[in-house]
């Protein structure tokens, strides 16, 4: 079998700073989507991302290198302290260009190909496995880092995730990767 | 073979801002010593996961060892330092022993995978200060490599599951154990190096 390569490189622009700046949330452990805020003041001003699979059981993998090159398009973060930073991936095999709304909460996360699981993916329903990621290997040079658990996520979301529980200290000029195993949502993409 | 031709791969920056998630050290660690002794206090024979921060970084061997004398079940392994950090969680059905074979396996599998795309990306890379970035993280991939050809994965921290009075009884047979704690769903649990 061929084996799968996909480079993507992430060359992430800068969008329209119509948005206004998120609120802060007033909770601990609350969460906010910050797509609002200036987008110029967290997005990466460089990615790279690479996903591969191997001969190992599971198999598929994603690396995630990510870079700012000043401390503006940090500011958001300076801002906001007690931020965390999630660069999730997401597939998507519908061709729709967004994750379908086609999970709910507690269906069992092995529908190979179907909607956001199509490459892979990490467990969405958090009673599945005890709520356990449970995929293996995993490292980041990101400050402070961990795995994202589907805890809170909308049921369409079956996001890969490594990230900083402490994005105030993330630095420019400094490259940054993440990597994971993640469970095989049985596609392939052909190229 | 199954073929999705639209596969896309799209990436949504968000960024979730957790207020209060990850205190200084020193009050999480307290924070940690105080809720998991109120679960051994109140329900000493509740089963409950942790992760268990060590002292000081351990072999990996030395680390299964200490965890073959408890009925602890071992959920995953951390290493790391200040600068890096990660970990392996075990896979459904995976033994104990599969996952300390494993483990040192993908560490080596994923950092020499690393440093043949920084080098690919070293040949692309135009702007300068990106490329000098890059420079420097290569080399931190080549001392990570050095660091595990000299001393294998270093163990930091476990995750386990188990009643509570059983993890406190693996707390006080290791002098390595430095802190346990509960793992909370929902909350990032980023390691506590050493």
């Given amino acids: 079998m061929k084996a799968l390569m996909i480079v993507v490189m992430l060359l992430l622009s800068l969008v329209g700073n119509t948005a206004a700046q998120a609120a802060v949330p007033t909770l601990p452990g609350s969460t906010i989507d910050c797509s609002s805020a200036l987008d110029t003041e967290f997005v990466p001003s460089w990615g790279e991302v690479f996903v591969n699979q191997d001969t190992y059981v599971y198999g598929k993998y994603i690396y995630q290198w990510m870079y700012w090159d000043k401390p503006s398009r940090l500011a958001w973060f300076t801002a906001n302290g007690d931020s965390t930073y999630e660069p999730d991936a997401l597939f998507d095999g519908s061709g729709s260009g967004y994750p379908e709304p086609a999970h709910t909460q507690d269906v069992l996360p092995l529908s190979p190909g179907n909607s956001s699981t199509a490459y892979g993916y990490y467990p969405r329903n958090v009673f599945y496995n005890s709520g356990d990621i449970a995929i293996g290997y995993w490292a980041s040079d990101l400050p402070s880092p961990y795995q994202d658990t589907a805890w809170g996520d909308n049921g369409n979301e079956w996001a890969v995730t490594i990230g900083t529980a402490m994005a105030a200290t993330l630095s420019s000029q400094r490259v940054y990767y993440t990597v994971t195993r993640m469970l095989d949502g049985g596609a392939i993409s052909g190229g | 073979m199954r073929t999705i031709k639209a596969l896309l791969l799209f990436f949504l920056l968000a960024i979730p801002a957790v207020a209060l998630a990850i205190p200084p050290v020193d009050v999480r660690v307290a924070q940690a010593e105080a809720g998991f002794a109120q679960v051994l206090k109140n329900t000493p024979e509740k089963e409950v996961r942790v992760a ?33 950090s990660g970990g392996y969680s075990l896979k459904q059905g995976e033994t104990l022993d599969e996952a300390v074979a494993n483990y040192p396996r993908d560490h080596l599998f994923f950092l020499q995978k690393r440093m043949e795309m920084e080098d690919k990306m070293l040949v692309t890379a135009t702007n300068a200060e990106l490329r000098n970035a890059i420079t420097t993280h290569r080399k931190e991939a080549d001392q990570m490599k050095a660091d595990f050809d000299k001393n294998g994965i270093r163990v930091i921290g476990v995750e386990v599951g188990g009643r509570a009075k059983d993890i406190q009884d693996f707390k006080d047979r290791n002098s390595f154990a ?6 909370e769903n929902g909350k990032p649990q980023p390691a506590i190096v050493p």
């Fill in chain 2, 52 to 84: 268990v921060f060590f002292t000081n970084d351990i072999s990996l061997q030395d680390a299964r060892m200490a965890l073959s004398y408890s009925p602890l079940a071992v959920k995953g392994f951390r290493h790391g330092t200040q600068f890096y």
């Fill in chain 2, 178 to 183: 430095r802190v346990i704690e509960l793992k």
